[in-house]
C-alpha cells in the first residue's frame, strides 16, 4: 500500500502529461539524485570511483543509447562498439584540432559524428533486418577498428592509433580528481536519460515500438519506416557516440582502436538484454550487473579457492572469469529472458497490493 | 594473368575453409532457429581436444604411431562434442525455447565464452600444434600456360577437397537418412514436425552433434594450418559475412557464400588493399555481403521472407 496511485486525481492536463505521475515515483527519483550527487561523493572511495561507479555511469549511458536501438526499435545492432570509437575519435579530433575548445561541445560533437556514422551504417536496415541486420552491423565495427587503426589521420599520426588527452576542464573547472571525473559523468547522464525518457513516450518513440512490434503493420498505419529507424539509428548512435568519448576522454585517458573492439559490442548487447529490453531502467541494471560482476569475480575467485585449499594460477582465474560469466548469463537468460526490468516492475506491482496478497 | 589467378585460386580455397565454419552455423540454425554465434569457440574448443590428445595418447598408452594416435584424438574429441552438443541442448537450448531470436543468440554467446573458458582450463591456453600429416610444400601448376605457372597450396588443396567431401556427405545425410528427413521435418515447422512424432530434443541434439563434429574438421584444418590458439575462435567472425550471403537457412548457399567471400577478400586485399593502406580483408567481406543483402535481403539461397500482417 505504500506504493499505489489511488487518490492522485489528475486534474489538468499539465498533470496527466508528467513524465512521473505517480507521486512515489518522483520521490524516488529525486532521493536517487540526491544520493548519486549528493552522498556518493561523500562516501564512496577513490577505488571505488575509479573501478565501479565512473565505469557504471558511462556504461549506463551507453547501454541507454544501444536500448534505444534494439530495445525501443527493434534493430538489434553488434555495432555499438564502432559508434562508441567514433564517438572518442571524432571528439578527439575536435578538442585537438581546434584550439580553445570546451570539453563539452567537444564531446557533443563527438556525439554527431556518430551519428552521421550510425545513419550511414543504418541504411541496410532499411533492407535487411533480424539477425540478417545483426550480422550486417558488425560491418560497421570492422570498419570502425580498421579506420582508426590505419587511416592516420584520425589518429594524428600517432603510431598503432594510440593517443591521450589531459588537461581536461568544463568552465575553468579540472576534471582530474575521481569525484569530479564522476560528477561530470554524472551530470550528462542525468540530463540525456532525462531526455531519453522523454523521448519513447513522444511520437517519435511510439512510432520506434511500432516499427519493434510489426514493421510491415506500423507501415500499414502510416508510420514511415525509413524516418522511424534512421531516427532511432541517430538518436541511439549519438548517445553512444557521447559515453564513447566520455570513455575515451574521462575514464581511459589514453586509448587505442582496441579499446572500442567487438567484445564491448557484445557487452553492450549484454547489458541492454540483462537489464531489459524496452526499459531506461533496465539500462542501467545491466550496466550495473556486467561492470561489476568481473570485479566481483576477479575479487572473489582467488579467496574462494583459498578456502578449498587450491591456488590457481592469474591465468585460471581469467579463465574461470569467463567460465562464471558466460554460465550466469545463460542462467539469467533462462530464469529472466525479460530481464532485471522485469522483475524491478514485478516488485512494484507486488507493492501495490502489500500487505495483502490479493 | 597467372598472378590473378593464383590469387583467385587461392581465394576459393581459403573460401572451401570458411564454408566450413559457415557450414556449422548453418546446420544449426536450420533445425532450431538458433543463431548460434558460440560456432567459433566450439572449433577453437574442438581443435584443442584434438591438439592435446593428439599429444597425449602417446604419452599415456605408447601408440605412437601417428595415424593411429591421431585417429583416436579425433574420435574422443569427437565423443567430446557430443558431450557437449548434449549439455547445451539440456541445460540450454530446452528452457529457451520459444525465447526471441535476440535472447537466444545472446544465450549462445554465453555458451562462447563458458566453452572458451572451459577449453582453455581443460586444456591449456598456449599455442599447439596439430600434424595430421598434411603436406606443407607447394606446388607449382600450369607452368607450360603461364610463365612461372601458377603457386598453389598443397594443404589448401587437401582442405578444400576434405571440405567439399564434408559437404557431400552432409548432403547425402540429409537427404537419404530418415534422421535427415526429420532435420528438415523440422527446420520446415517445428510444430508440425512435432505433431507427427519428430521428438524435437533429441533432434536438437543430434543437430548440435553434426554441428560440433562439423567445428572439428574445421578446427582441424584451420589448427593444422594456424595452429591452435585463442585467436582460432575468431575464425567464426570472418565466416559470418559468408552465412548471411549464402543465406541463413541454405546448405548449398554457405558453399557459395564461403566462395565468393573468399574470393573477393583475397582479389580485394591485392588489389584495393594498397591503395587503401592494407588489412582491409575482414570488413571487405562484410560490405560485399551486405552489397548483396541490399538486392536480396534473405541472403543468395535464403527463404523468401514472406510478411504476413
Known amino acids: 500500500m505504500l506504493y499505489r496511485e489511488n487518490g492522485q486525481f489528475k486534474t489538468s492536463y499539465r498533470s496527466d502529461l508528467q513524465i512521473f505521475?505517480?507521486?512515489?515515483?518522483?520521490?524516488?527519483?529525486?532521493?536517487?539524485?540526491?544520493?548519486?550527487?549528493?552522498?556518493?561523493?561523500a562516501v564512496a572511495s577513490d577505488y571505488m570511483f575509479r573501478a565501479i561507479l565512473i565505469p557504471f555511469v558511462i556504461m549506463g549511458l551507453a547501454a541507454l543509447g544501444v536500448n534505444i536501438l534494439v530495445g525501443y526499435c527493434g534493430q538489434i545492432s553488434l555495432g555499438s562498439g564502432a559508434f562508441m570509437a567514433v564517438g572518442?575519435?571524432?571528439?578527439?579530433?575536435?578538442?585537438?584540432?581546434?584550439?580553445?575548445?570546451?570539453?563539452?561541445?567537444?564531446?557533443l560533437l563527438g556525439g554527431l559524428c556518430a551519428t552521421a556514422f550510425g545513419i550511414l551504417f543504418g541504411l541496410p536496415s532499411l533492407r535487411v533486418r533480424g539477425l540478417y541486420l545483426a550480422v550486417a552491423t558488425l560491418a560497421a565495427q570492422f570498419f570502425a577498428d580498421w579506420m582508426f587503426l590505419r587511416i592516420k589521420w584520425f589518429t594524428m599520426d600517432t603510431p598503432s592509433g594510440s593517443v591521450s588527452v589531459s588537461n581536461l576542464q568544463v568552465f575553468g573547472l579540472p576534471i582530474e580528481s575521481a569525484t569530479a571525473k564522476y560528477l561530470f559523468c554524472l551530470a550528462i547522464l542525468a540530463v540525456i536519460a532525462l531526455g531519453a525518457k522523454n523521448l519513447v513516450r513522444s511520437a517519435i518513440g511510439r512510432e520506434w515500438m511500432a516499427i519493434r512490434d510489426m514493421d510491415v503493420a506500423a507501415a500499414v498505419i502510416g508510420i514511415r519506416p525509413m524516418y522511424a529507424k534512421l531516427s532511432a539509428f541517430?538518436?541511439?548512435?549519438?548517445?553512444?557516440?557521447?559515453a564513447g568519448a566520455l570513455w575515451a576522454f574521462v575514464y581511459l585517458g589514453a586509448w587505442e582502436p582496441a579499446a572500442f573492439s567487438v567484445d564491448m559490442s557484445f557487452r553492450l548487447l549484454f547489458m541492454v538484454i540483462i537489464g531489459g529490453l524496452g526499459s531506461i531502467m533496465g539500462s542501467f541494471?545491466?550496466?550495473?550487473?556486467?561492470?561489476?560482476l568481473p570485479i566481483f569475480l576477479n575479487q572473489f575467485l582467488p579467496s574462494a579457492a583459498s578456502l578449498v585449499g587450491i591456488t590457481i594460477s592469474t591465468a585460471g582465474v581469467s579463465h574461470a572469469e569467463l567460465m562464471i560469466f558466460g554460465a550466469l548469463i545463460v542462467w539469467f537468460l533462462i530464469v529472466e529472458p525479460h530481464g532485471l526490468a522485469k522483475l524491478w516492475s514485478t516488485g512494484k506491482q507486488k507493492l501495490r497490493l502489500w500487505p495483502f496478497p490479493h | 594473368m597467372g598472378f590473378f589467378l593464383e590469387t583467385l585460386l587461392g581465394g576459393l580455397m581459403t573460401g572451401m575453409l570458411y564454408s566450413l565454419v559457415a557450414l556449422g552455423f548453418v546446420l544449426i540454425f536450420k533445425a532450431s532457429g538458433v543463431f548460434n554465434f558460440a560456432q567459433g569457440a566450439m572449433v577453437l574448443f574442438a581443435a584443442l581436444a584434438m591438439a592435446r590428445f593428439a599429444e597425449w595418447i602417446p604419452a599415456w598408452t605408447g601408440i605412437s604411431h601417428p595415424?593411429?594416435?591421431?585417429?583416436?584424438?579425433?574420435?574422443?574429441?569427437?565423443?567430446?562434442?557430443?558431450?557437449?552438443?548434449?549439455?547445451?541442448?539440456?541445460?540450454?537450448?530446452?528452457?529457451?525455447v520459444n525465447q526471441e531470436a535476440a535472447t537466444l543468440l545472446m544465450a549462445t554467446l554465453g555458451i562462447t565464452y563458458f566453452l572458451e573458458g572451459v577449453g582453455q582450463t581443460l586444456f591449456g591456453s598456449n599455442i599447439y600444434k596439430i600434424d595430421v600429416g598434411m603436406p606443407k610444400d607447394p606446388v607449382i601448376a600450369f607452368e607450360s600456360t603461364f610463365q612461372g605457372g601458377i603457386l598453389i597450396n598443397k594443404e589448401d588443396l587437401i582442405a578444400a577437397l576434405i571440405a567439399a567431401a564434408l559437404v557431400a556427405l552432409l548432403s547425402v545425410f540429409f537427404q537419404k537418412t530418415s534422421t535427415g528427413r526429420a532435420l528438415r521435418a523440422?527446420?520446415?515447422?517445428h510444430q508440425a514436425a512435432q505433431s507427427i512424432g519428430i521428438p524435437l530434443n533429441r533432434i536438437w541434439v543430434v543437430v548440435w552433434c553434426v554441428a560440433g563434429v562439423v567445428a572439428l574438421v574445421a578446427g582441424m584444418i584451420w589448427g593444422s594450418k594456424l595452429g591452435v590458439q585463442f585467436s582460432l575462435s575468431t575464425v567464426a567472425l570472418r565466416a559470418l559475412p559468408v552465412v548471411i550471403l549464402g543465406g541463413l537457412t541454405s546448405v548449398p548457399g554457405a558453399i557459395i557464400g564461403g566462395l565468393i567471400i573468399g574470393v573477393g577478400e583475397k582479389l580485394s586485399e591485392v588489389y584495393i588493399g594498397p591503395l587503401v593502406g592494407g588489412g582491409i580483408e575482414i570488413?571487405?567481406?562484410?560490405?560485399?555481403?551486405?552489397a548483396f543483402l541490399l538486392v536480396r535481403p534473405q541472403g543468395l539461397f535464403g527463404e523468401k521472407i514472406i510478411d504476413r500482417v
Open chain 1, 21 to 41: 505521475p505517480i507521486l512515489q515515483d518522483r520521490v524516488a527519483l529525486l532521493a536517487i539524485l540526491l544520493v548519486a550527487f549528493v552522498v556518493v561523493p
Open chain 1, 88 to 107: 572518442a575519435y571524432g571528439a578527439y579530433n575536435v578538442f585537438l584540432r581546434i584550439p580553445g575548445m570546451p570539453l563539452v561541445p567537444a564531446l
Open chain 1, 234 to 242: 541517430a538518436v541511439s548512435s549519438f548517445i553512444i557516440g557521447v
Open chain 1, 285 to 292: 541494471f545491466g550496466a550495473f550487473f556486467i561492470v561489476v
Open chain 2, 67 to 96: 595415424v593411429l594416435a591421431n585417429g583416436l584424438a579425433f574420435v574422443i574429441a569427437g565423443a567430446i562434442m557430443f558431450g557437449v552438443a548434449w549439455l547445451v541442448e539440456r541445460l540450454v537450448l530446452r528452457h529457451l
Open chain 2, 186 to 189: 523440422v527446420a520446415d515447422d
Open chain 2, 283 to 290: 570488413w571487405f567481406a562484410y560490405v560485399l555481403a551486405l
